[in-house]
Protein backbone atom coordinates (compact mmCIF):
# COMPACT_ATOMS: atom_id res chain seq x y z
CA UNK A 1 0.00 0.00 0.00
CA UNK A 2 1.41 3.82 -1.01
CA UNK A 3 1.37 5.39 2.36
CA UNK A 4 3.11 8.34 1.07
CA UNK A 5 0.19 10.39 0.33
CA UNK A 6 -0.75 10.58 3.94
CA UNK A 7 3.23 11.96 5.00
CA UNK A 8 3.30 14.96 3.31
CA UNK A 9 1.86 18.49 3.91
CA UNK A 10 -2.26 19.14 3.12
CA UNK A 11 -0.99 21.67 0.63
CA UNK A 12 1.15 19.18 -0.87
CA UNK A 13 -2.07 16.75 -1.09
CA UNK A 14 -4.22 19.82 -2.66
CA UNK A 15 -1.72 20.09 -5.23
CA UNK A 16 -1.77 16.58 -6.33
CA UNK A 17 -5.21 16.75 -6.09
CA UNK A 18 -5.99 19.55 -8.74
CA UNK A 19 -2.53 18.50 -10.59
CA UNK A 20 -4.88 17.10 -12.86
CA UNK A 21 -3.45 13.50 -12.62
CA UNK A 22 -5.34 10.34 -12.07
CA UNK A 23 -3.34 10.01 -8.51
CA UNK A 24 -4.91 10.50 -6.07
CA UNK A 25 -8.26 10.63 -7.92
CA UNK A 26 -11.55 10.99 -7.00
CA UNK A 27 -12.12 7.71 -5.14
CA UNK A 28 -9.42 9.08 -3.23
CA UNK A 29 -10.96 12.57 -2.53
CA UNK A 30 -14.20 10.80 -1.39
CA UNK A 31 -12.82 9.11 0.91
CA UNK A 32 -10.36 11.96 2.33
CA UNK A 33 -13.85 13.37 2.69
CA UNK A 34 -15.08 10.65 4.97
CA UNK A 35 -12.13 10.81 6.62
CA UNK A 36 -12.78 14.46 7.26
CA UNK A 37 -16.23 14.04 8.46
CA UNK A 38 -14.64 10.86 10.91
CA UNK A 39 -12.40 13.23 12.32
CA UNK A 40 -14.93 15.96 12.85
CA UNK A 41 -17.57 13.40 14.55
CA UNK A 42 -14.85 12.32 16.86
CA UNK A 43 -13.94 16.01 18.05
CA UNK A 44 -17.89 17.11 18.84
CA UNK A 45 -18.25 13.71 20.57
CA UNK A 46 -14.86 14.53 22.49
CA UNK A 47 -16.65 18.10 23.59
CA UNK A 48 -19.64 16.27 24.59
CA UNK A 49 -17.68 14.03 26.87
CA UNK A 50 -15.59 16.95 28.45
CA UNK A 51 -16.63 17.00 32.88
CA UNK A 52 -18.56 19.95 32.16
CA UNK A 53 -21.12 19.14 29.91
CA UNK A 54 -21.46 15.35 31.00
CA UNK A 55 -24.15 15.80 32.71
CA UNK A 56 -26.55 17.49 30.45
CA UNK A 57 -26.07 14.77 27.61
CA UNK A 58 -25.65 12.35 30.33
CA UNK A 59 -28.66 10.16 28.42
CA UNK A 60 -27.24 9.60 25.04
CA UNK A 61 -23.49 9.62 26.29
CA UNK A 62 -23.29 6.03 26.15
CA UNK A 63 -24.35 5.80 22.52
CA UNK A 64 -22.07 8.46 21.48
CA UNK A 65 -19.44 6.86 23.00
CA UNK A 66 -20.04 3.53 21.27
CA UNK A 67 -20.13 5.31 17.93
CA UNK A 68 -16.38 7.11 18.63
CA UNK A 69 -15.27 3.40 19.26
CA UNK A 70 -16.61 2.48 15.69
CA UNK A 71 -15.52 5.37 13.90
CA UNK A 72 -11.55 5.30 15.42
CA UNK A 73 -11.37 1.48 15.51
CA UNK A 74 -12.93 0.60 12.90
CA UNK A 75 -14.42 3.37 10.20
CA UNK A 76 -11.23 5.41 9.99
CA UNK A 77 -8.62 3.02 9.70
CA UNK A 78 -10.59 1.27 6.64
CA UNK A 79 -11.11 4.97 5.24
CA UNK A 80 -7.15 5.45 5.41
CA UNK A 81 -6.90 2.57 3.62
CA UNK A 82 -9.12 2.64 0.78
CA UNK A 83 -7.57 6.10 0.48
CA UNK A 84 -4.46 5.05 -0.33
CA UNK A 85 -5.33 1.56 -2.17
CA UNK A 86 -7.63 3.92 -4.31
CA UNK A 87 -4.60 5.35 -5.42
CA UNK A 88 -2.44 2.33 -5.96
CA UNK A 89 -5.32 0.69 -7.68
CA UNK A 90 -6.61 3.21 -10.32
CA UNK A 91 -2.81 3.81 -10.94
CA UNK A 92 -3.05 0.62 -12.28
CA UNK A 93 -5.83 0.14 -14.15
CA UNK A 94 -4.76 3.67 -16.10
CA UNK A 95 -1.12 2.07 -16.44
CA UNK A 96 -3.05 -1.11 -18.01
CA UNK A 97 -4.75 1.13 -20.26
CA UNK A 98 -1.57 2.54 -21.73
CA UNK A 99 -0.25 -0.78 -22.23
CA UNK A 100 -3.22 -1.71 -23.96
CA UNK A 101 -3.42 1.23 -26.09
CA UNK A 102 -0.07 1.10 -27.08
CA UNK A 103 0.09 -2.76 -28.00
CA UNK A 104 0.04 -3.44 -31.59
CA UNK A 105 0.16 -6.70 -31.14
CA UNK A 106 -3.79 -7.89 -30.94
CA UNK A 107 -3.44 -11.41 -29.08
CA UNK A 108 -1.80 -9.18 -26.54
CA UNK A 109 -3.67 -6.36 -27.16
CA UNK A 110 -6.63 -8.52 -25.87
CA UNK A 111 -5.13 -9.94 -22.96
CA UNK A 112 -4.06 -6.41 -21.65
CA UNK A 113 -7.37 -5.10 -22.70
CA UNK A 114 -8.76 -8.14 -20.26
CA UNK A 115 -6.55 -7.28 -17.31
CA UNK A 116 -7.06 -3.86 -17.46
CA UNK A 117 -10.61 -4.39 -17.09
CA UNK A 118 -9.70 -6.87 -13.81
CA UNK A 119 -8.25 -3.95 -12.52
CA UNK A 120 -10.87 -1.52 -13.15
CA UNK A 121 -12.87 -4.24 -11.26
CA UNK A 122 -10.98 -3.74 -7.80
CA UNK A 123 -11.31 -0.06 -8.43
CA UNK A 124 -15.26 -0.23 -8.65
CA UNK A 125 -14.96 -2.13 -5.32
CA UNK A 126 -13.28 0.45 -3.79
CA UNK A 127 -15.44 3.56 -4.24
CA UNK A 128 -18.31 1.28 -3.00
CA UNK A 129 -16.83 0.02 0.13
CA UNK A 130 -16.04 3.83 0.71
CA UNK A 131 -19.53 4.32 0.30
CA UNK A 132 -20.52 2.05 2.62
CA UNK A 133 -18.43 4.12 5.25
CA UNK A 134 -19.86 7.27 4.18
CA UNK A 135 -23.44 5.63 4.88
CA UNK A 136 -21.86 5.21 8.21
CA UNK A 137 -20.75 8.55 8.93
CA UNK A 138 -23.49 9.73 7.55
CA UNK A 139 -26.03 8.23 9.97
CA UNK A 140 -23.78 8.86 13.15
CA UNK A 141 -23.33 12.39 12.13
CA UNK A 142 -27.01 13.26 11.96
CA UNK A 143 -27.62 11.40 15.68
CA UNK A 144 -24.41 13.34 16.74
CA UNK A 145 -26.49 16.61 15.67
CA UNK A 146 -29.40 15.94 17.28
CA UNK A 147 -28.04 14.43 20.51
CA UNK A 148 -24.40 15.77 21.17
CA UNK A 149 -22.58 19.79 21.90
CA UNK A 150 -25.69 21.84 20.48
CA UNK A 151 -22.61 24.92 19.81
CA UNK A 152 -20.58 22.38 17.86
CA UNK A 153 -23.45 21.81 15.74
CA UNK A 154 -21.75 23.00 12.76
CA UNK A 155 -18.61 20.51 13.30
CA UNK A 156 -21.86 18.12 13.22
CA UNK A 157 -23.20 19.37 9.91
CA UNK A 158 -19.65 19.69 7.95
CA UNK A 159 -19.17 16.09 9.00
CA UNK A 160 -23.05 15.03 8.07
CA UNK A 161 -22.25 16.42 4.74
CA UNK A 162 -18.97 15.46 4.12
CA UNK A 163 -20.28 11.95 4.20
CA UNK A 164 -23.06 12.55 2.07
CA UNK A 165 -21.00 14.09 -0.65
CA UNK A 166 -18.74 11.43 -0.17
CA UNK A 167 -21.17 8.59 -0.67
CA UNK A 168 -23.05 10.68 -3.76
CA UNK A 169 -19.31 10.74 -5.13
CA UNK A 170 -18.39 7.48 -4.79
CA UNK A 171 -22.04 6.31 -6.65
CA UNK A 172 -20.82 8.46 -9.65
CA UNK A 173 -17.64 6.88 -9.90
CA UNK A 174 -18.92 3.69 -9.77
CA UNK A 175 -21.61 4.23 -12.46
CA UNK A 176 -19.02 5.64 -14.77
CA UNK A 177 -16.60 2.76 -14.55
CA UNK A 178 -19.59 0.20 -15.29
CA UNK A 179 -19.32 1.83 -18.79
CA UNK A 180 -16.19 -0.12 -19.79
CA UNK A 181 -17.92 -3.40 -19.11
CA UNK A 182 -19.55 -5.31 -21.30
CA UNK A 183 -21.88 -8.14 -21.07
CA UNK A 184 -20.25 -11.23 -20.53
CA UNK A 185 -19.63 -9.24 -17.22
CA UNK A 186 -23.32 -9.00 -16.73
CA UNK A 187 -23.78 -10.92 -13.31
CA UNK A 188 -20.38 -8.87 -11.75
CA UNK A 189 -22.64 -5.68 -13.33
CA UNK A 190 -25.47 -6.62 -11.96
CA UNK A 191 -24.09 -7.43 -8.17
CA UNK A 192 -22.19 -4.17 -8.37
CA UNK A 193 -25.44 -2.04 -9.69
CA UNK A 194 -27.61 -4.24 -6.78
CA UNK A 195 -24.68 -2.38 -4.37
CA UNK A 196 -25.00 0.92 -5.49
CA UNK A 197 -29.05 0.99 -5.96
CA UNK A 198 -28.91 0.44 -2.11
CA UNK A 199 -26.49 2.71 -1.44
CA UNK A 200 -28.08 5.38 -3.51
CA UNK A 201 -31.64 5.08 -1.85
CA UNK A 202 -29.20 5.66 1.74
CA UNK A 203 -28.31 8.96 -0.57
CA UNK A 204 -31.32 10.31 -0.70
CA UNK A 205 -32.87 9.67 2.65
CA UNK A 206 -29.35 11.06 4.07
CA UNK A 207 -29.68 14.46 1.64
CA UNK A 208 -32.89 14.91 2.94
CA UNK A 209 -31.95 14.57 6.71
CA UNK A 210 -28.56 16.88 5.61
CA UNK A 211 -31.22 19.13 4.41
CA UNK A 212 -33.16 19.03 7.50
CA UNK A 213 -30.61 19.70 9.91
CA UNK A 214 -29.88 23.13 7.99
CA UNK A 215 -33.42 24.08 8.34
CA UNK A 216 -33.53 23.07 11.53
CA UNK A 217 -30.72 25.96 12.48
CA UNK A 218 -32.51 28.41 10.14
CA UNK A 219 -35.66 27.98 12.41
CA UNK A 220 -33.25 28.74 15.14
CA UNK A 221 -31.85 31.47 13.69
CA UNK A 222 -35.59 32.61 12.70
CA UNK A 223 -37.09 32.71 16.10
CA UNK A 224 -33.96 34.11 17.42
CA UNK A 225 -34.44 37.17 14.44
CA UNK A 226 -37.83 37.78 15.77
CA UNK A 227 -36.95 37.97 19.47
CA UNK A 228 -33.70 40.40 18.13
CA UNK A 229 -36.09 42.60 16.23
CA UNK A 230 -38.50 43.08 19.43
CA UNK A 231 -35.41 43.97 21.41
CA UNK A 232 -34.20 46.13 18.84
CA UNK A 233 -37.60 48.25 18.37
CA UNK A 234 -37.77 48.75 21.89
CA UNK A 235 -34.45 50.07 22.26
CA UNK A 236 -34.96 52.44 19.54
CA UNK A 237 -38.03 53.26 21.18
CA UNK A 238 -37.06 54.03 24.79
CA UNK A 239 -33.29 55.93 24.03
CA UNK A 240 -35.01 58.12 21.75
CA UNK A 241 -37.06 59.35 24.00
CA UNK A 242 -35.56 62.77 25.76
CA UNK A 243 -38.56 63.45 27.78
CA UNK A 244 -39.47 60.29 29.98
CA UNK A 245 -41.78 60.11 32.99
CA UNK A 246 -42.23 57.39 35.09
CA UNK A 247 -45.09 56.19 32.88
CA UNK A 248 -42.62 55.78 30.21
CA UNK A 249 -40.20 53.87 32.64
CA UNK A 250 -42.69 51.60 33.37
CA UNK A 251 -44.12 50.95 30.43
CA UNK A 252 -40.51 49.88 28.84
CA UNK A 253 -40.13 47.39 32.09
CA UNK A 254 -43.28 46.05 31.09
CA UNK A 255 -42.42 45.34 26.69
CA UNK A 256 -39.51 44.06 27.89
CA UNK A 257 -40.66 41.24 30.30
CA UNK A 258 -43.88 41.43 27.91
CA UNK A 259 -40.36 40.10 25.26
CA UNK A 260 -39.08 37.93 27.85
CA UNK A 261 -42.24 35.72 28.25
CA UNK A 262 -43.26 35.87 24.83
CA UNK A 263 -39.69 34.33 23.40
CA UNK A 264 -38.86 32.34 26.72
CA UNK A 265 -38.63 29.04 24.74
CA UNK A 266 -35.94 30.54 23.08
CA UNK A 267 -34.11 32.69 25.51
CA UNK A 268 -34.06 29.43 27.96
CA UNK A 269 -32.95 26.36 25.47
CA UNK A 270 -34.12 24.46 28.46
CA UNK A 271 -36.25 24.41 31.03
CA UNK A 272 -38.19 27.43 29.74
CA UNK A 273 -40.29 29.23 32.70
CA UNK A 274 -43.54 28.85 33.67
CA UNK A 275 -43.93 31.21 35.74
CA UNK A 276 -43.78 35.00 34.87
CA UNK A 277 -41.79 35.69 38.04
CA UNK A 278 -38.86 33.60 36.49
CA UNK A 279 -37.73 35.71 33.81
CA UNK A 280 -36.58 38.58 36.43
CA UNK A 281 -33.23 37.71 36.40
CA UNK A 282 -31.43 40.27 35.06
CA UNK A 283 -28.09 38.38 34.25
CA UNK A 284 -30.19 35.97 32.07
CA UNK A 285 -31.30 38.72 29.83
CA UNK A 286 -28.32 40.72 29.66
CA UNK A 287 -26.46 37.73 28.39
CA UNK A 288 -28.96 36.28 26.03
CA UNK A 289 -31.08 38.87 24.88
CA UNK A 290 -29.17 42.29 25.16
CA UNK A 291 -25.60 40.04 24.09
CA UNK A 292 -23.57 41.29 26.99
CA UNK A 293 -20.82 39.53 29.05
CA UNK A 294 -22.10 39.69 32.69
CA UNK A 295 -19.87 39.04 35.44
CA UNK A 296 -19.74 39.26 39.39
CA UNK A 297 -16.81 40.74 41.01
CA UNK A 298 -15.71 42.06 44.32
CA UNK A 299 -13.17 44.16 42.89
CA UNK A 300 -14.66 47.27 41.60
CA UNK A 301 -13.48 50.19 43.53
CA UNK A 302 -14.50 52.87 44.99
CA UNK A 303 -16.14 55.81 43.51
CA UNK A 304 -17.39 59.41 44.61
CA UNK A 305 -15.39 62.94 45.86
CA UNK A 306 -13.52 64.24 48.09
CA UNK A 307 -16.42 64.62 50.79
CA UNK A 308 -18.25 60.64 50.41
CA UNK A 309 -16.91 57.81 48.83
CA UNK A 310 -18.93 54.93 48.17
CA UNK A 311 -17.93 51.23 47.05
CA UNK A 312 -18.79 50.17 43.50
CA UNK A 313 -21.95 48.04 43.35
CA UNK A 314 -22.14 47.48 39.26
CA UNK A 315 -20.62 48.92 36.24
CA UNK A 316 -21.68 48.72 32.85
CA UNK A 317 -20.03 49.29 29.46
CA UNK A 318 -22.66 49.77 26.37
CA UNK A 319 -19.61 50.24 24.26
CA UNK A 320 -17.72 47.14 25.23
CA UNK A 321 -21.33 45.36 25.87
CA UNK A 322 -19.68 44.28 29.65
CA UNK A 323 -21.65 44.86 32.93
CA UNK A 324 -20.09 43.91 36.66
CA UNK A 325 -21.43 42.87 39.81
CA UNK A 326 -19.66 43.23 42.83
CA UNK A 327 -20.72 40.00 45.01
CA UNK A 328 -19.63 42.42 48.28
CA UNK A 329 -23.21 42.97 48.80
CA UNK A 330 -26.64 41.31 49.64
CA UNK A 331 -28.37 39.47 47.31
CA UNK A 332 -31.31 42.41 46.86
CA UNK A 333 -28.75 44.69 46.59
CA UNK A 334 -27.14 42.53 44.00
CA UNK A 335 -30.41 42.27 42.48
CA UNK A 336 -31.39 45.58 42.00
CA UNK A 337 -28.20 46.67 40.76
CA UNK A 338 -27.91 44.32 38.33
CA UNK A 339 -31.35 45.34 37.24
CA UNK A 340 -30.49 49.19 37.69
CA UNK A 341 -27.94 48.47 34.91
CA UNK A 342 -30.55 47.08 32.81
CA UNK A 343 -32.41 50.12 33.03
CA UNK A 344 -29.01 51.72 31.77
CA UNK A 345 -28.80 49.27 29.08
CA UNK A 346 -32.97 49.90 28.04
CA UNK A 347 -32.92 53.56 28.31
CA UNK A 348 -30.43 55.32 27.87
CA UNK A 349 -27.07 55.87 25.40
CA UNK A 350 -23.30 56.09 27.58
CA UNK A 351 -20.64 56.20 25.33
CA UNK A 352 -18.27 55.91 28.30
CA UNK A 353 -18.09 53.33 31.81
CA UNK A 354 -20.17 53.78 34.35
CA UNK A 355 -20.14 53.09 37.92
CA UNK A 356 -23.28 53.07 40.21
CA UNK A 357 -23.11 53.04 43.90
CA UNK A 358 -25.26 49.97 45.88
CA UNK A 359 -29.02 50.64 45.84
CA UNK A 360 -31.34 48.75 47.04
CA UNK A 361 -34.70 50.07 46.03
CA UNK A 362 -34.97 52.56 49.10
CA UNK A 363 -35.19 55.76 49.38
CA UNK A 364 -32.52 57.84 47.72
CA UNK A 365 -29.97 59.20 49.77
CA UNK A 366 -28.33 62.77 48.29
CA UNK A 367 -29.30 64.27 44.72
CA UNK A 368 -29.29 62.06 42.08
CA UNK A 369 -29.22 62.73 38.33
CA UNK A 370 -32.41 62.10 36.02
CA UNK A 371 -30.52 58.97 34.61
CA UNK A 372 -29.93 57.44 38.05
CA UNK A 373 -33.28 57.94 38.86
CA UNK A 374 -34.69 56.36 35.83
CA UNK A 375 -32.56 53.46 36.60
CA UNK A 376 -33.46 53.27 39.96
CA UNK A 377 -37.15 53.73 38.58
CA UNK A 378 -37.19 50.90 36.05
CA UNK A 379 -34.90 48.43 38.46
CA UNK A 380 -38.27 48.21 40.71
CA UNK A 381 -40.73 48.29 37.80
CA UNK A 382 -38.74 45.23 36.31
CA UNK A 383 -38.05 43.20 39.48
CA UNK A 384 -41.95 44.25 41.25
CA UNK A 385 -44.13 43.95 38.18
CA UNK A 386 -47.75 45.44 39.10
CA UNK A 387 -49.55 42.54 37.56
CA UNK A 388 -48.08 40.51 40.28
CA UNK A 389 -47.50 42.31 42.51
CA UNK A 390 -51.49 43.17 42.48
CA UNK A 391 -52.25 39.44 42.57
CA UNK A 392 -49.93 38.10 44.75
CA UNK A 393 -51.24 41.05 47.08
CA UNK A 394 -54.32 39.85 46.76
CA UNK A 395 -53.97 36.22 47.55
CA UNK A 396 -51.59 37.20 50.61
CA UNK A 397 -54.20 39.85 52.50
CA UNK A 398 -57.34 38.54 50.80
CA UNK A 399 -58.03 42.52 49.04
CA UNK A 400 -57.06 44.60 46.46
CA UNK A 401 -56.25 47.64 49.17
CA UNK A 402 -55.61 46.54 52.68
CA UNK A 403 -57.01 49.81 55.29
CA UNK A 404 -56.56 49.48 58.77
CA UNK A 405 -60.14 47.67 60.25
CA UNK A 406 -61.04 45.04 63.02
CA UNK A 407 -60.74 42.27 60.29
CA UNK A 408 -57.18 43.07 58.96
CA UNK A 409 -55.85 43.97 62.37
CA UNK A 410 -56.58 40.55 63.83
CA UNK A 411 -55.47 38.59 60.49
CA UNK A 412 -51.91 40.68 60.51
CA UNK A 413 -51.61 40.48 64.53
CA UNK A 414 -54.29 39.04 66.29
CA UNK A 415 -54.65 42.69 67.47
CA UNK A 416 -57.26 45.54 67.39
CA UNK A 417 -57.02 48.97 64.71
CA UNK A 418 -55.49 51.01 67.26
CA UNK A 419 -52.19 48.33 68.17
CA UNK A 420 -51.43 47.96 64.97
CA UNK A 421 -51.77 51.48 64.13
CA UNK A 422 -49.39 51.77 66.88
CA UNK A 423 -46.81 49.47 65.94
CA UNK A 424 -46.93 50.92 62.45
CA UNK A 425 -46.62 54.67 63.37
CA UNK A 426 -47.25 55.60 59.72
CA UNK A 427 -48.13 54.57 56.03
CA UNK A 428 -44.46 53.55 55.24
CA UNK A 429 -44.65 51.65 58.81
CA UNK A 430 -47.25 49.77 57.50
CA UNK A 431 -46.46 48.90 54.25
CA UNK A 432 -43.04 47.85 55.31
CA UNK A 433 -44.96 45.39 57.31
CA UNK A 434 -47.08 43.86 54.70
CA UNK A 435 -43.70 43.57 52.84
CA UNK A 436 -42.06 41.96 55.77
CA UNK A 437 -45.28 39.33 56.65
CA UNK A 438 -45.43 36.29 56.43
CA UNK A 439 -48.50 35.17 58.26
CA UNK A 440 -51.87 36.78 57.35
CA UNK A 441 -55.82 35.07 58.94
CA UNK A 442 -53.52 32.06 59.67
CA UNK A 443 -51.92 31.00 56.59
CA UNK A 444 -48.25 31.15 56.49
CA UNK A 445 -46.41 32.16 52.99
CA UNK A 446 -42.83 33.70 51.71
CA UNK A 447 -42.57 37.53 52.40
CA UNK A 448 -43.61 39.97 49.30
CA UNK A 449 -40.00 41.10 49.66
CA UNK A 450 -38.64 37.41 49.94
CA UNK A 451 -41.00 36.62 46.77
CA UNK A 452 -39.77 39.26 44.55
CA UNK A 453 -36.25 39.08 46.08
CA UNK A 454 -36.22 42.81 46.93
CA UNK A 455 -35.24 44.83 50.27
CA UNK A 456 -38.56 45.66 52.44
CA UNK A 457 -38.07 48.95 51.91
CA UNK A 458 -37.98 48.80 48.31
CA UNK A 459 -40.99 46.76 48.09
CA UNK A 460 -43.15 48.66 50.71
CA UNK A 461 -42.17 51.96 48.74
CA UNK A 462 -43.67 49.63 45.47
CA UNK A 463 -46.87 48.91 47.55
CA UNK A 464 -47.54 52.74 48.32
CA UNK A 465 -46.68 53.51 44.39
CA UNK A 466 -49.69 50.74 43.53
CA UNK A 467 -51.71 52.22 45.68
CA UNK A 468 -52.78 49.03 47.91
CA UNK A 469 -52.16 49.91 51.13
CA UNK A 470 -54.17 53.00 53.21
CA UNK A 471 -53.49 53.99 56.70
Known amino acids: MDTKLLDISTEELLRKFGAGNHKPGSGSAAAFQGMISAKLLVTVISLTNEEKRRPNYAGCLPKLLDMNAAIEDRIF ?6 FCEDAVQFDKTIKSRQARDLEKNPVKKARLARQALGDLKIAVEIPL ?4 LSVELAQIAGFVFDNAFKTARGDSQVALSGAVA ?14 SFGSDEYDWIENARSQSSQLKSHFGELSLIAASKIEALESEVDKKAHLYKDVNMLLKQSKSNKKMSNADVENYATQLQRLVWKHRDKIWSKNAPTNPLQILIPDVLFKKVLGYDYLYSNELGLNGNQT ?13 KLVLISNDFSPQVMAFTAAHELGHAILHNQSVLHRDIPVDGGESKGRRNPQEL ?14 QINEIFQTFFLTDKFVIDESNAFNLIQGSPSQLKAECRSLRGLSRKLAKAEYFAGITFKSLADV ?3 SVEAMAIRLEELGLVEY
Not at 77 to 82: S, V
Not at 166 to 179: D, E, K, M
Request: one cysteine or more; a neutral charge; hydrophobic letters at 45%.
Open 166 to 179: ALGGCLSIVQLNLL
Open 77 to 82: PELTKL
Open 452 to 454: FNV
Open 308 to 320: EMSEVAGIIDQQK
Open 374 to 387: QADKFASYFLMPRK
Open 129 to 132: SIAS
